[in-house]
């Protein structure tokens, strides 16, 4: 469904995706593992046209994506929640949701996928109308989650859903990770908390500095030592 | 207003304070009615001839609240019952008192400026110094009041109705008022006495009633407010001076409302917006009949007005094309430079430097006045017995413009297209992730403001019969934004309150002539500081300056997951 072939992206001189290459096929769950500046969330912004290409390509569904428009791939049915959530605070519920569709123009669709969040996420459809700013960090993340869900995207990326949250909160958003890959959507999820991805993703990517230094299936990689040393903190 | 002295003082000594509270606003009020001054030539005469001068019962307004405030809860403290938490009697007791010392000292320094010393003012004047600084440091004593809840009352709609229509009567009647005032000093002390009171009425918690009864009946409030301002010229006896200052506020702030779009809701930072008003009045002076236009094309006015806004459009299409691709600062940068290139190129196409466009520094003198299918703005028309003269002719038709301005700008804010522009203003990166096609909708924003100055700028060329480059200088695009700052980003109410205040002051404070930036500057370091959100706060722009909010949520979260180990989803009656 989407594939990256030696894609390299730079902030000015600096490269901080170092050609990169993975697929990410119909219906899984894949999660991109890595710490700090690994080049995680370069790679989302990249997929989503937010940051331009060095060199490399990004296909998704059979067409070549990269070096389009934001809004354009938005259209194609890529989504991404940003790191920090990055919500619209003074706005409301309501209106982060309907930005979250601004691509589409069906107001029927968008008002049943509206009150689908509600029924993912009853306390937002409790305070549709207060101002996101107001809510905690978990709701937030509940809402950063369904506003992109809003675009009805067939490739939905999360970058660090579960960044400052309780593990409580943390479990909850994994369960509802896991129910939207029930319902057929694919997710590219970004972490940094390995068990808690690992566990849930077809398959796992690990980067280091810019570049992926091994992948395998998530269950694999969670009996892996490298990955238990690096990222579960076992000895 | 918060003092440092202890709660239990103030507890102690609530009674003995709230007595020299009322012996101060007592001395207050019999003060109007002694001499302030000797000699009837400082402020409106409040020398005492008989009868208090109006400015001096004016200021009775704010002693007789500090009566009322204080001494209401001491006789019937029994019988207020739910009335006694629901507004803030001693905190706003407190405010109209320091109000009140505000205003006298206002009053007392006019007097000695206009007279030459404190020796020329009388005992009255000296009795209300000691009663406002009385009252004053006595109700800072004065325990301080919980937050009122006023605000969530239920009130029948008729009284809501009557009270916003009674605002606004209220509003006429100030307006007709401040505009009469000849006298600088006296128009300052009407200035403070009028914040004092807005300031008390805040604190009392009417605002926050107030907001939500114009929440609930904003189809009222909008047309109760045209119909008074339509109902101004009236008020005037066709005097023409009033009418010129309004006409001028009005197409001031219909620039204002377009300079809104592009600062309030998308967040671009516009230093040089009165280039395009310019090119509206340039455009509209070039294409009017004026012996002096440089053009052998005069369509009607109709015409000449979408022309004109075109014109102002498409330069905002050549200057935000390029920069609207770069962040903030520069966009900033690159406008004001763009407001400089305007007025000297307006100078140089005087036909030496360049084709003569518009005659240079001259510009384009004798622009004739409006005719809207034989009504001529330039007579004065006699309608139910009252001359209504040159300017309230295009008092009312800049009226038409801002009613126009509003409907589309209100529609817009509620539109997808408002959405969009709101979310570029809060997060652009995010706004782009989400599917909105930033660039485009940017440059729709600047075109469209600049449109909205065009017209405007069309409207003022008839209005100043002349146009020359040096009317649109940085001086003017500062004014704008910091109208558009004062009033409140991203409102109509505000903006347009702004406006009118910007627009006023200078007109009514010549004598402060070059200290008048100098004030400015003051007020706008107040507002800052005081009210970052303007005088009117944008709904969704109120946060931006309460942060603490997040952590107080964040807080709760904590600990009811500490109580009950998850998240309650039955959370109703937590009251934020």
Do not use: C
């Not at chain 1, 469904?1 to 894949?30: C, H, P, S």
């Not at chain 1, 354009?72 to 309501?94: D, H, N, T, Y």
């Not at chain 2, 001028?248 to 779009?261: D, E």
């Amino acid at each position: 469904m989407l594939e990256i072939k030696k894609m390299v992206v730079a902030y000015g001189r600096v490269n901080a995706v170092k050609g990169i290459d993975f697929t990410v096929e119909k219906g899984q769950i894949v999660s991109l593992l890595g710490t700090n500046g690994a080049g995680k969330s370069t790679t989302l912004r990249a997929i989503s046209g937010l940051l331009k290409l060095v060199s490399g390509e990004i296909w998704f569904e059979g067409e070549r994506i990269d070096g389009q428009p934001a809004h354009k791939i938005v259209e194609r049915g890529i989504a991404q929640s940003p790191e920090g959530r990055r919500l619209f605070r003074q706005m409301s519920v309501e209106d982060n949701l309907k930005l979250g569709a601004y691509s589409r123009k069906d107001a029927g669709g968008i008002k049943s996928d509206m009150d689908r969040v509600y029924d993912l996420f009853p306390v937002l459809g409790e305070r549709r109308t207060e101002a996101a700013g107001l809510f905690s960090g978990g709701e937030q993340q509940m809402l950063a989650i369904g506003r992109a869900m809003m675009s009805r995207p067939k490739l939905l990326m999360l970058d660090e859903p579960s960044m400052g949250l309780s593990p409580i909160m943390t479990q909850t958003i994994m369960k509802t990770i896991q129910d939207l890959q029930a319902d057929g959507v694919t997710i590219l999820l970004v972490e940094q908390n390995a068990q808690a991805a690992l566990s849930l993703a077809d398959r796992g990517y690990v980067l280091e500095v810019g570049q992926i230094m091994f992948s395998d299936t998530g269950k694999a990689l969670l009996g892996d030592d490298r990955v238990r040393k690096a990222y579960l903190g076992a000895d | 207003m918060r003092t440092v002295i202890p709660d239990e003082l103030k507890i102690q000594l609530r009674y003995p304070a709230r007595a020299v509270g009322l012996v101060g606003a007592v001395a207050m009020i019999i003060s109007v009615f002694l001499p302030w001054s000797y000699g009837h030539g400082a402020l409106d005469d409040v020398g005492f001839s008989g009868s208090p001068s109006p400015l001096q019962l004016v200021f009775l307004t704010l002693p007789v609240l500090v009566v009322v405030l204080l001494g209401v809860p001491l006789v019937g403290k029994a019988k207020l019952g739910r009335w006694a938490k629901t507004v803030a009697w001693n905190t706003t007791a407190k405010t109209t008192a320091i109000a009140s010392l505000g205003a006298v000292v206002v009053a007392m320094a006019a007097i000695a400026i206009e007279l030459g010393g404190l020796v020329n003012i009388e005992v009255g004047g000296w009795v209300a110094v000691a009663g406002a600084v009385l009252s004053a440091v006595a109700t800072i004593f004065l325990p301080d009041s919980p937050e009122p809840t006023l605000s969530r009352v239920k009130t029948a709609r008729w009284v809501q109705i009557l009270a916003i229509v009674l605002v606004l009567a209220v509003v006429l009647f100030s307006a007709a008022y401040a505009l009469g005032m000849s006298d600088a000093g006296a128009f300052l002390v009407f200035a403070a006495i009028l914040t004092g009171l807005v300031l008390a009425l805040r604190q009392f918690g009417v605002f926050g009633w107030l907001g939500n009864a114009s929440a609930n009946n904003n189809r009222v409030l909008v047309v109760s407010a045209f119909a008074v301002a339509f109902a101004f010229p009236f008020t005037q006896n066709g005097s023409n001076a009033n009418m010129s200052i309004a006409s001028q506020v009005l197409i001031f702030a219909a620039t204002a409302l377009g300079l809104n779009i592009v600062v309030g809701l998308v967040g671009l930072l516009d230093l040089g917006y009165i280039a395009f008003l310019g090119a509206g009045a340039f455009t509209a002076a070039i294409l009017s009949e004026s012996a002096f236009s440089t053009v052998n094309f005069h369509p009607p006015f109709i015409v000449t007005v979408l022309i004109s806004g075109t014109v102002a459009s498409i330069l905002g299409l050549i200057i935000g094309a390029p920069t609207l691709r770069v962040s903030g600062d520069y966009l900033a940068i690159v406008t004001l430079a763009f407001g400089e290139i305007f007025r000297i190129t307006m100078n140089n196409l005087d036909g030496t430097d360049g084709p003569n466009v518009t005659n240079g520094s001259d510009g384009i003198p004798g622009i004739p006045d409006l005719n809207f299918f034989g009504f001529d703005f330039a007579q004065p028309h006699v309608i139910a017995g009252i001359e209504i003269g040159r300017f309230a002719n295009y008092y009312w038709l800049m009226l038409v413009v801002i009613a126009l301005i509003i409907v589309v700008f209100t529609n817009m804010n509620h539109s997808r297209i408002g959405r969009g522009w709101v979310a570029i203003r809060e997060d652009e990166l995010a706004a782009e992730a989400m599917g909105v096609n930033t660039f485009t909708l940017k440059l729709l924003a600047f075109a469209g403001g600049a449109f909205l100055a065009g017209v405007a700028g069309s409207v003022k060329a008839h209005y100043d019969v002349s146009v020359t480059p040096d009317q649109y200088v940085f001086l003017e695009s500062a004014f704008l934004l910091a109208a558009v700052v004062l009033g409140g980003m991203g409102t109509v109410g505000g903006v347009l309150i702004g406006a009118t205040i910007l627009k006023l002051l200078p007109e009514k404070l010549r004598f402060f002539s070059d200290y008048r930036l100098l004030l400015f500057g003051l007020l706008m370091i107040l507002m800052m500081r005081f009210r970052p959100e303007g005088i009117v706060a944008d709904e969704r722009r109120q946060l931006e300056f309460h942060d603490e909010d997040e952590e107080l949520a964040d807080e709760i979260e904590e600990e009811l997951i500490a109580h009950h180990g998850h998240l309650n989803p039955e959370r109703k009656g937590f009251e934020l």
